[in-house]
């Protein structure tokens, strides 16, 4: 199974980018002529990412979170699985390349550094854990989706305020568009996220009996899941509209990678585990 693993591990930066230049060139000539065909090539990359995933679980008796290299791969995966869901959701099909190039990147970094770990703690073999850690993965990729569409709708808003009307103008879909899909990136993420720290409360205390909660892993997370919250109760509530939402989602991004590099470069963590 070990050369399976490692062919499916090669094969799918080579899949992600294929899917990137069929959604690329679609949207540069702008006729959605192989609109079937990218959503085709999209879901069998995912497909084989999650094949290859559970195969590595199964190999190396681990979830696969015990480095950065394997967490890389499943945020490669989580990015375009919520793209992919966002995608069946709309059928907005136009701002993949946006999405889908963060995901080659990750991929392309995690397959030529992933190393083979048969001896792990013990701690990183459970199977909780492992779902925990993704279902948070899932949560903060779908956040990057929303910044992402956050962005492309800043952008957008530019030209149009600024009478400079290019590519972006004539390929992006409309301001309400880009809007909506960054409110359903941020439900997707707010709700993976509210999963993993359901999960958390519930396994963390016995697995780690000294744990703190002034840890700023939970610090981060929890200020990223309350200001989601807040800004997805605000835009039910029709309170919030427009540039502001997706301000918002900006702003619980970079609040998302701060937490993420302060508790992993910068202070101790209990979730620091490699």
Same mark, same amino acid.
């Given at each position: 199974?070990?050369?399976?693993?490692?062919?499916?591990?090669?094969?799918?930066?080579?899949?992600?980018?294929? +899917?990137?230049?069929?959604?690329?060139?679609?949207?540069?000539?702008?006729?959605?002529?192989?609109?079937?065909?990218?959503?085709?090539?999209?879901?069998? +990359?995912?497909?084989?990412?999650?094949?290859?995933?559970?195969?590595?679980?199964?190999?190396?008796?681990?979830?696969?979170?015990?480095?950065?290299?394997?967490?890389?791969?499943?945020?490669?995966?989580?990015?375009? $699985?919520?793209? #992919?869901?966002?995608?069946?959701?709309?059928?907005?099909?136009?701002?993949?390349?946006?999405?889908?190039?963060?995901?080659?990147?990750?991929?392309?970094?995690?397959?030529?550094?992933?190393?083979?770990?048969?001896?792990?703690?013990?701690?990183?073999?459970?199977?909780?854990?492992?779902?925990?850690? #993704?279902?948070?993965?899932?949560?903060? /990729?779908? %956040?990057?989706?929303?910044?992402?569409?956050?962005?492309?709708?800043?952008?957008?808003?530019?030209?149009?305020?600024?009478?400079?009307?290019?590519?972006?103008?004539?390929?992006?879909? /409309?301001?309400?568009?880009?809007?909506?899909?960054?409110?359903?990136?941020?439900?997707?993420?707010?709700?993976?996220?509210?999963?993993?720290?359901?999960?958390?409360?519930?396994?963390?205390?016995?697995?780690?009996?000294?744990? /703190?909660?002034?840890?700023?892993?939970?610090?981060?997370?929890?200020?990223?899941?309350?200001?989601?919250?807040?800004? %997805?109760?605000?835009?039910?509530?029709?309170?919030?509209?427009?540039?502001?939402?997706?301000?918002?989602?900006?702003?619980?991004? %970079?609040?998302?990678?701060?937490?993420?590099?302060? /508790?992993?470069?910068?202070?101790?963590?209990?979730?620091? $585990?490699?």
């Amino acid at each position: 199974m070990k050369p399976f693993i490692d062919s499916l591990n090669f094969l799918l930066p080579v899949l992600y980018i294929i +899917t990137f230049t069929i959604y690329s060139y679609d949207f540069a000539k702008g006729n959605n002529k192989y609109a079937n065909s990218k959503r085709l090539f999209l879901f069998l +990359t995912i497909l084989l990412h999650i094949c290859y995933l559970l195969l590595r679980t199964i190999q190396f008796e681990h979830p696969p979170i015990t480095n950065v290299f394997e967490i890389f791969t499943i945020m490669a995966f989580a990015i375009s $699985f919520s793209y #992919f869901i966002l995608e069946l959701l709309t059928d907005i099909r136009g701002t993949g390349p946006f999405i889908i190039i963060f995901s080659i990147l990750f991929q392309i970094i995690s397959t030529l550094n992933i190393p083979d770990e048969f001896f792990v703690k013990e701690v990183l073999k459970n199977n909780l854990l492992g779902f925990h850690v #993704f279902t948070a993965l899932v949560g903060y /990729s779908a %956040i990057t989706v929303s910044s992402v569409y956050g962005f492309l709708f800043l952008m957008l808003y530019k030209e149009i305020k600024t009478n400079r009307f290019g590519l972006i103008y004539e390929r992006m879909p /409309s301001l309400e568009i880009l809007e909506r899909l960054s409110f359903y990136s941020s439900l997707i993420g707010f709700t993976m996220l509210t999963i993993a720290i359901v999960i958390g409360v519930i396994w963390l205390p016995n697995a780690f009996p000294k744990f /703190s909660y002034a840890d700023p892993k939970l610090i981060g997370t929890s200020l990223v899941w309350i200001l989601y919250g807040v800004g %997805i109760l605000s835009k039910f509530l029709g309170k919030w509209q427009g540039k502001k939402v997706v301000t918002l989602s900006i702003i619980g991004f %970079i609040i998302a990678i701060l937490s993420t590099a302060i /508790s992993n470069f910068i202070s101790q963590s209990f979730h620091s $585990f490699y």
